[in-house]
T-cell receptor, first 114, second 114 residues
């Protein structure tokens, strides 16, 4: 069965500093990987996803994540964070194509320090 | 283009009671999925509805049931409420049943069982 581990429950970062949010997954078959972001009092929003092709995927607001099959990881990075990036970030996985179920990690709360 | 709307936003119920949560899907979306997000946890898949029929179910007991209507809106019903049912319930809509399409989530209904 698929599972997702986000080791860091909270990550405080100074504004304009780089950040990496870690995500590791476990699955016996090929997977598709996602990062969702949840701003305070809002629903989840899709930030970026890896389905196939280039292992480095990017979002429109400067985040990027790299799929590493050998390390079963999909870490999220941003070279310079802003106050507006304060949110909870969830890594999610689905097994194979045509699967309706997303399995989420427990989330990482990113706090930006001015 | 309207997003996913859920009602009510907050709800308090007594153990043993029944509750109905409602979700209007995003325009153009024909599939609705429900997730339960307990405090400090990632969302967990409850079930998905497509063309008014259940299309996949997570590890939740039968007292969790749902409906989808011809306009693609959906209801989640929970009978015989337990204290552990206290959580944020998220509805997500998509253009198809495959989670790879990327879901649009609502802001959720926060259910408190006392």
């Amino acid at each position: 069965a698929q599972s997702v581990t986000q080791l860091d429950s909270q990550v405080p970062v100074f504004e304009e500093a780089p950040v990496e949010l870690r995500c590791n997954y476990s699955s016996s078959v090929s997977v598709y990987l996602f990062w969702y972001v949840q701003y305070p009092n809002q629903g989840l929003q899709l930030l970026l996803k890896y389905l196939s092709g280039s292992t480095l995927v990017k979002s429109i607001n400067g985040f990027e994540a790299e799929f590493n099959k050998s390390q079963t990881s999909f870490h999220l990075r941003k070279p310079s964070v802003h106050i507006s990036d304060t949110a909870e970030y969830f890594c999610a996985v689905t097994e194979g194509f045509g699967n309706e179920k997303l399995t989420f990690g427990t989330g990482t709360r990113l706090t930006i320090i001015p | 283009e309207t997003g996913v709307t859920q009602s009510p936003t907050h709800l308090i119920k007594t153990r043993g009671q029944q509750v109905t949560l409602r979700c209007s899907s995003q325009s153009g979306h024909n599939t609705v999925s429900w997730y339960q997000q307990a405090l400090g946890q990632g969302p967990q898949f409850i079930f998905q509805y497509y063309r008014e029929e259940e299309n996949g179910r997570g590890n939740f007991p039968p007292r969790f049931s749902g409906l989808q209507f011809p306009n693609y809106s959906s209801e989640l019903n929970v009978n015989a409420l337990e204290l552990d049912d206290s959580a944020l319930y998220l509805c997500a809509s998509s253009q198809g049943t495959d989670s790879n399409y990327g879901y649009t989530f609502g802001s959720g209904t926060r259910l408190t069982v006392v």
